[in-house]
């Protein structure tokens, strides 16, 4: 799938009522793809390198976005970005890989800084929206990249107690192996 221009003119996306969906792979997000190595057991304490970063196997790895704008009937321009994510990240319990998958959305109001009273503008309830301010060329996959990087846990573990789980297995007794005794050949 080819990646669509990813540098926006906030404003005028958000006049004309545009849309835009597509897929990140990770090779477009660097800081992500060092905060996932950092939790790889076997980087951890270590150097890293690229020969290093991109032997770790991401390869199901994906960020699904749809970015909306809108502008009101006073003017006010919005930005809707809707983000699915699938990472692969290291338990820091087990150590085993493990996915991590994010659904998120954000509401951003864009602001012109230079427009006369541009403070008046500000929504009243702003704390569902976060500010952007206009640009002609705003960076998409940052803003993708920054939501995502903020979203994800910073000590990941599993749900369910995998320490106890993996120490415990190979004991675990045979359920047939009672049975054995009763039967006679
Ligand atoms: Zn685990």
Redesign the pocket.
Known sequence: MSIPPLQIDNIAFAKRGEHLTGDLSLADCSRLVELLASQAPILQGGSVDVDTLSSINHTDDNIHFTLDGETNAVGQHFLHLSLASSLTTY?Q????P?PVKLSLSFHYQIIDTNAKHSELDVVEDSDDFDIQEANQSMDLVALIEDEIIMATPIAP??THD??VASMQSGEKPNPFAVLKGFIKL
């Open positions: 338990c319990r087990c150590l085993e493990m573990t599993h995998c320490a």
